[in-house]
């Protein structure tokens, strides 16, 4: 098969590969538990499912606008307007299916060869596969453990000069859990001022799925706002994964050249999810509440866990659903880790290079499971660690 150059560059999201070979040993009578995937473990809330199928039922089944339907572009207008303390209007937001399409439709219409973008890492894997895929230079940012997983300021700024055209932004992140405070946040701001050609994309996909904390967007910052967009979505807070809902917010201009290459891709974003996402929106949200407090619950539990075995340390996560532990102490390569966990052990998590370079010596794992289920997997580990390696 002649495939074009560029598919070299495209790389992956290791988590379905981790979750089909768990499925697997499964089929083969084994027991896995299931830490790997970032999706919530909750099922949709019935109000969404229904409007979802009311939708359906009442001819939401056709093609619609590129940008989005106009109810939930204006929700969604209504609902940062709300969250981010900022103005928006139905003309700065775009709907895709998912939130993965922002993140390439805009790098498409940025970067080529030549120009750079610079990301977090460790950081969700699809940043770097679309950089590079681009045509152009992946920069990476480092996340530390001993700076709380949060970008170094000085650092970034000696790696943004005048070829970068992309700086991306991820709080709460994955896979660490880290978020950025908005002193953080006013000094990366500072710091963007310099580089007007540089734009910057704020992954705030888990915004509400936040521990005693506030986010904070760089969006509040109205004087780099035309060249900021926000990604956000449905999958995480609401657990609507497989509805694939996402959308940007972003410049008039911007929305404009996104729609053109979502017509070219996608065409639309099917109606009927539309219409769910809109009941997600501005219908009843205790669900989305007890499921951010049974998250918090679980983190605690795993975290205390970890900490409490051997040779592991485990930073607690501020937001999202992950753990990011530090494994150096025991000896093993971080993919060595996923590989003992998984075929030996029976849990399946993610080596932490799988979320880039600077993720050596740690392993995610996903605490969207239930208690009993962590508690098992943590028992697990324990005792594979305590066999030595």
């Not at 560029?6 to 697997?24: C, D, S, V």
């Not at 992309?166 to 953080?184: A, D, H, R």
């Not at 780099?224 to 657990?239: H, Q, Y």
């Not at 289920?373 to 305590?386: C, F, G, M, P």
Request: net charge negative; glycine share 8%.
């Amino acid at each position: 098969m002649k495939l074009a150059q560029r598919m070299e560059r495209l790389g992956t999201e290791t988590a379905f590969e981790i979750l089909a070979r768990a499925r697997q040993l499964e089929a083969e009578g084994r027991s896995v538990v299931h830490l790997e995937i970032g999706e919530p473990d909750f099922d949709t809330p019935a109000n969404i499912v229904h409007a979802g199928a009311q939708a359906m039922q009442s001819g939401w089944t056709h093609y619609g606008p590129s940008p989005g339907l106009p109810q939930l572009r204006e929700a969604i207008a209504a609902e940062i307007s709300r969250t981010r303390h900022i103005p928006c209007s139905p003309d700065n937001v775009v709907v895709v299916p998912g939130g993965k399409p922002i993140m390439f439709f805009l790098m498409l219409a940025l970067l080529e060869e030549g120009t750079e973008a610079v990301y977090p890492n460790p950081g969700f894997p699809i940043y770097e596969s679309m950089i590079q895929y681009c045509g152009a230079k992946a920069v990476p940012a480092p996340l530390r453990e001993e700076n709380e997983f949060n970008l170094d300021i000085d650092e970034l700024d000696q790696l943004l000069n005048e070829r970068t055209r992309l700086l991306i932004l991820n709080s709460p992140g994955n896979p660490c859990g880290n978020v950025l405070s908005k002193t953080e946040i006013d000094k990366i701001a500072e710091i963007l001022r310099g580089y007007p050609d540089c734009w910057i994309m704020s992954d705030e996909i888990y915004s509400r799925i936040l521990y005693g904390e506030e986010h904070h967007s760089i969006a509040a910052h109205e004087d780099l706002r035309e060249r900021i967009v926000i990604l956000d979505g449905f999958s995480k807070t609401f657990a609507m994964t497989g509805w694939r809902l996402g959308y940007g917010v972003m410049s008039p201009d911007m929305v404009m050249q996104i729609a053109r290459l979502q017509t070219n891709a996608t065409s639309c974003t099917a109606a009927f999810t539309q219409m769910a996402g809109v009941e997600a929106l501005t219908g009843p949200q205790e669900d989305v509440e007890k499921m951010v407090a049974e998250f918090h619950r679980r983190r605690d539990v795993i975290v205390e866990g970890l900490n409490a075995i051997p040779g592991v340390s485990c930073r607690t996560p501020k937001g999202a659903f992950y753990v990011f532990p530090n494994f150096k102490e025991l000896g093993p390569k971080s993919k060595e880790l996923e590989q003992i966990f998984l075929e030996e052990s029976g849990v399946a998590c993610l080596t932490g290079t799988s979320f880039g370079e600077h993720g050596e010596g740690y392993v995610r794992f996903s605490y969207a499971n239930s208690v009993e289920n962590i508690q098992e997997a943590l028992k697990r580990i324990a005792e594979r660690v305590s066999a030595g390696f």
